[in-house]
């Protein structure tokens, strides 16, 4: 019994395989583990689904390394049927992402993403102050410190310019806040104290949220770790709906 019901765990993890691979546009190597019984598998549920990939591109951003882990899915049975896998309650994952300083910056110069950057507006006494970011490049330094080399376009007072600048961060951790160690202009006329604190005020809002939504996926993430030329990701998240296959 506890054979037949290993082989039967090896052909959905398999299955869980290819269809995991076709969603994305390379993976090097990708295993998945699928914990249910015979009949759950009818019944549209597992108990637990471990998966762990190297080397993922979608959308050109690459994810060297990541290792996930759901609780108990439970999956409408008829939704098969129609070749569209629907949840019957949602999944709570948590996943360790590990990603290169490299790969960072090649997905920040993407369509994607530059697609999501979003403009920040500060509010400088009174009066909006409008930040568009051109270029974003990340240094990942020893000692859990980051460095960022970026052009922004700045609009202020009906005024618009372009800064250079150089920044270096020590990211949240359990124990301390998130550090701006120092903050340069190399180009433009420099912006003004007031503004770097209200950039720095912004930046504190969006690393406090309690979460983060994007499309059909809430999530936060618990711990950062950078690395020399790496940073670690440990993320918990809720995912509403499975993607298409």
Do not use: W
Not at 196 to 202: C, E, F, G, N
């Amino acid at each position: 019994m506890l054979e037949e019901q290993r082989i039967e765990e090896q052909m959905l993890s398999q299955e869980a395989e290819k269809q995991l691979s076709k969603q994305l546009d390379k993976v090097e190597k990708v295993d998945v583990d699928v914990q249910t019984d015979f009949l759950k598998i009818f019944q549209g549920q597992a108990d637990k689904v471990s998966i762990e990939a190297q080397g993922l591109v979608k959308q050109d951003i690459r994810v060297q390394e990541i290792k996930l882990q759901t609780d108990n899915i439970d999956i409408n049975p008829l939704s098969v049927l129609f070749g569209q896998l629907e949840l019957n309650q949602p999944v709570n994952t948590t996943a360790r992402i590990l990603l290169t300083e490299a790969d960072i910056n090649h997905a920040l110069t993407s369509r994607f993403v530059r697609s999501k950057m979003q403009n920040f507006q500060l509010n400088v006494d009174g009066e909006i102050v409008d930040l568009q970011p051109q270029e974003i490049q990340i240094n990942l330094l020893d000692g859990g410190k980051m460095a960022f080399l970026g052009k922004v376009l700045l609009r202020e007072k009906g005024n618009t310019r372009p800064i250079s600048f150089t920044a270096q961060v020590c990211p949240r951790t359990k124990h301390k806040p998130i550090i701006l160690e120092n903050f340069n202009c190399t180009q433009g006329e420099g912006i003004s104290l007031e503004v770097i604190v209200a950039l720095m005020q912004k930046v504190k809002e969006l690393v406090n949220l309690p979460y983060f939504e994007y499309e059909d996926t809430v999530f936060r993430i618990r711990n950062m770790e950078v690395q020399k030329a790496t940073m670690i990701l440990l993320v918990d998240a809720r995912l509403k709906h499975l993607p298409s296959v």
